[in-house]
């Protein structure tokens, strides 16, 4: 499986995880070879959804989770812009989350 269809794949599984989750308005950010990822207060994210009228920004990752600083800029910029912000990580068919509200 080459990286484009491992891509699919896996935001096929984060957005499942989304809508099971009772998020909704879910959005997956166009990726090409000049724009990856959408920046907010110095992370970046794949895409965007709400839950119970709330803004959330994701991050999708295959079989990485956040490192520890990482985890402290999402509480940080998740505490100070009122944001909800998630970290997926993919691995086979099971879905980690990390949220930060």
């Known amino acids: 499986m080459n990286t484009r269809e ?3 794949e896996t935001n096929g599984k984060a957005r499942k ?8 308005d879910v959005h997956l950010f166009p990726h ?10 110095g ?3 794949d895409g965007c959804a709400s839950l ?4 959330v920004l994701f991050q999708i990752k295959t079989n990485e989770k956040p490192s520890k600083k990482i985890q402290e800029q999402m ?4 505490k100070e812009s009122s ?4 970290w997926m990580s ?3 068919s099971q879905v980690q989350v990390w949220q930060y509200f």
């Open 17 to 24: 995880w989304l809508k099971e989750n009772k998020f909704v």
């Open 52 to 55: 119970e009228k709330r803004f």
């Open 83 to 86: 944001v909800v912000m998630i």
């Open 90 to 92: 993919i691995v086979k």
């Open 43 to 45: 992370l970046s994210f």
């Open 32 to 41: 090409n070879r000049f724009c990856k990822d959408v920046h907010f207060q």
């Open 6 to 8: 491992r891509m699919y």
């Open 75 to 78: 509480i940080i910029a998740s």
